[in-house]
């Protein structure tokens, strides 16, 4: 199989020629972050991070001493930023608001989706804007038009580059980019034991019965590409498109990717659950892939894009080790 190279390997020369983030005479540094420039000044010193996926990722690049606070949380926080997390204030567990934000006086606010910004949440984007504060969202969620060839781990380390610049830690993100392009490499190179397709359903969780799975543009669909397996719904333009049991088996998976969100507590959020879920759905446990128990479970969380999702992509090449699927 042809190495996998990613195609976001930056340099401070790479930032200035292709503009995607400057800074100015001014002392504030400006990035572009889902069509609109996020300028603060820098470095920032209040950041907020809106779900854990954001938290992790900047505690790991070095940013917990310019955070001002951290919400919802889905699980516990991975042990090895544990000690820099209780360092920042937690403004909730549960669903960050414009009230419960506001508090701490933020610069900066970072989500990996654009859902955080509407009057549910925090409230816009241009309001934010207004009132001083940048708004930063994942470029997983939000890819360039302009830049269709970039998968998830790429637009990932645009995350880095970007949120190093904006808190002052331009180094450890460069630290962080390249491990992940190192493990990206490793996992490229992987011998598969078929010559046919290997089809890997990415189950997240099931919420009122409807299976929620990894489509093209996500992690997983990412992680899939790089080991060389289909990722059975790679074709649907969405992370993590609803679908029904019934499409679950037209796809016939030859494994089952289960996210383990048990700490999160909804229905269905733990491996085990999802189990019985697909071992007594008459629409799927029939599937070669349940009755021959060809599952592989991941953290729920890491199925985000985040500075932890290159982990889920090690736990994959070992399960498919483990499954027999590659040497």
């Not at 544990?82 to 701490?104: F, H, Q």
């Not at 790089?226 to 019934?246: C, K, L």
């Not at 030859?254 to 697909?278: F, H, Q, Y």
Request: glycine share 8%.
């Amino acid at each position: 199989m042809q190495a996998f190279k990613p195609k976001y390997r930056l340099s401070i020369a790479f930032v200035a020629a292709t503009c995607f983030a400057s800074v100015s005479w001014a002392g504030t540094v400006t990035v572009e972050s889902c069509g609109m420039d996020v300028t603060v000044r820098a470095p920032a010193s209040a950041i907020v991070t809106l779900d854990q996926a954001s938290t992790e990722t900047m505690l790991g690049l070095g940013g917990a001493p310019r955070m001002a606070g951290t919400a919802y949380l889905k699980t516990q926080v991975a042990p090895q930023y544990k000690e820099a997390w209780e360092s920042v204030p937690l403004l909730t567990k549960g669903r960050p608001t414009a009230e419960i934000v506001r508090v701490v006086e933020p610069d900066l606010l970072v989500a990996y989706s654009g859902f955080f910004y509407s009057d549910q949440w925090v409230g816009s984007r241009e309001e934010l804007k207004e009132l001083g504060v940048g708004t930063y969202i994942s470029a997983v969620s939000c890819p360039p038009a302009d830049q269709p060839d970039l998968n998830s781990f790429d637009l990932l380390a645009r995350d880095f580059e970007n949120l190093g610049r904006l808190s002052g830690q331009e180094a450890e993100a460069q630290k962080v980019i390249a491990a992940q392009n190192d493990a990206i490499e490793a996992a490229s190179k992987l011998r598969l034991t078929r010559d046919e397709p290997i089809k890997v359903l990415w189950l997240y969780s099931v919420f009122e019965g409807t299976p929620y799975v990894a489509g093209g543009p996500s992690i997983p669909g990412a992680i899939s590409n790089i080991a060389g397996v289909e990722n059975v719904f790679g074709d649907v333009n969405e992370q993590w498109p609803g679908v029904s049991w019934e499409a679950i088996a037209d796809r016939e998976p030859d494994i089952i990717v289960l996210g383990d969100l048990s700490e999160r507590g909804s229905p269905g959020d733990t491996v085990e659950e999802k189990i019985a879920m697909l071992t007594t759905e008459p629409g799927v446990s029939f599937l070669d892939a349940v009755t021959k128990e060809q599952f592989i479970s991941v953290p729920g969380i890491e199925m985000d894009p985040s500075i932890r999702s290159v982990n889920t992509l090690n736990l994959f090449v070992k399960g498919l080790k483990r499954l027999g699927y590659a040497e």
